[in-house]
């Protein structure tokens, strides 16, 4: 039986250490869904409505949560590209007048 090729990976090859925001996100997710559902389950008594509001205090949270990790990850990378193109700028800068004073 051949490997299937690198380029058709299944979904349980998923690294959460390798993807960016991922365990944050989830760690969050976790967290609030779970003080959702035991507050709203001590205030009503109701385990199956307490439950789905612990999931989906998970899935909204954890979404919510990488999505803006992903965005500020975005913002840093564009903000460090501008700061090195300006070093660079000035650098060139600096070069071109150092060999005009040399000749």
Avoid at 2 to 27: G, M, Q, V
Avoid at 75 to 97: F, G, P, W, Y
Wanted: glycine share 8%; hydrophobic share 35%.
């Amino acid at each position: 039986m051949e490997n299937p090729p690198s380029s058709h990976r299944k979904w349980y090859h998923f690294n959460i250490r390798k993807t960016p925001c991922a365990k944050d996100s989830l760690l969050n997710g976790i967290i609030i869904g779970g003080i959702g559902g035991v507050a709203y389950y001590l205030k009503s008594g109701v385990v199956k409505r307490s439950c789905d509001i612990a999931v989906g205090g998970f899935i909204v949270t954890a979404f919510i949560c990488w999505n803006l990790c992903i965005y500020q990850k975005k913002r840093t990378r564009a903000q460090l590209n501008k700061a090195m193109e300006v070093m660079n700028k000035n650098n060139s800068i600096k070069d071109t007048n150092n060999n005009n004073n040399n000749n």
